[in-house]
């Protein structure tokens, strides 16, 4: 059973960067099917995507975040990772980290999900 | 961006009766349209991707409908489980959620 597990620290302080990892178990990250991404959610609210990437390295992101957002992959750890540079309270958010399919343009859905992990931005 | 504007905010409905979701996109999504399903502190469950077709093992009492702007998740009778908040997305031009529809029992 494919599982993704979110890990990192819970607490940034703002101007700095926040830095997760998402490690996957139970299947591989290296398979041409699939994107991986990170979604996160601030407190009470809804759903905002941040960006995706495959095995190879192809990644798209969320424009709003204007290039502060950046994901790598580590096959050999079966891990990926999403740094979030110069962070403000805005910032503050339940992070996903999921499976993705995706077509010929990018993602398209996420089918497996992580449990989340929570950060908050405060001095 | 295209906007993603689901209504109502809150659905009351009873055990065993039908339920009707809506999405608008801001601009035609053609049937690129996915439904999620997420419980209080559970991550987003995938239900229905392509506006209708059903993922792995989501029951048939959930439904998806709808191209271009317009877009339905109907839930045909409401069980004691389907009791939580429901988003669109879409993935014509890169991805943007709806702000949801809490389904609470009335």
């Known amino acids: 059973q494919l599982q993704l597990q979110e890990s990192g620290p819970g607490l940034v302080k703002p101007s700095e960067t926040l830095s997760l990892t998402c490690t996957v178990s139970?299947?591989?990250?290296?398979?041409?099917?699939?994107?991986w991404g990170w979604i996160r959610q601030p407190p009470g609210k809804g759903l905002e995507w941040i960006g995706s990437?495959?095995?190879?390295?192809?990644?798209k992101y969320n424009p709003t975040l204007k290039s502060r957002a950046t994901i790598s992959v580590d096959t050999s750890k079966d891990q990926f990772s999403l740094n979030l540079s110069s962070v403000t309270a805005a910032d503050t958010a339940l992070y996903y980290c999921?499976?993705?399919?995706?077509?010929?343009?990018?993602?398209?859905?996420?089918?497996?999900w992580g449990q989340g992990t929570l950060v908050t931005v405060s001095p | 961006e295209i906007v993603m504007t689901q209504s109502p905010g809150t659905l009351s409905v009873s055990p065993g009766e039908r339920a009707t979701l809506s999405c608008r996109a801001s601009q035609s999504v053609s049937s690129k349209l996915v439904w999620y399903q997420q419980k209080p502190g559970q991550a987003p469950r995938l239900l229905i991707y392509g506006a209708s077709t059903r993922a792995t093992g989501i029951p048939d009492r959930f439904s998806g409908s709808g191209s271009g702007t317009e877009f339905t998740l109907t839930i045909s009778s409401l069980q004691s489980e389907d009791f939580a908040v429901y988003y669109c997305?879409?993935?014509?031009?890169?991805?943007?959620f709806g702000g949801g529809t809490k389904v609470d029992i009335k």
């Open positions: 990437i495959h095995y190879r390295g192809d990644t």
């Open positions: 999921a499976r993705g399919r995706y077509n010929e343009v990018g993602t398209t859905r996420f089918d497996f």
């Open positions: 139970g299947g591989s990250i290296s398979s041409d099917n699939y994107h």
């Open positions: 997305q879409q993935y014509a031009s890169w991805l943007t």
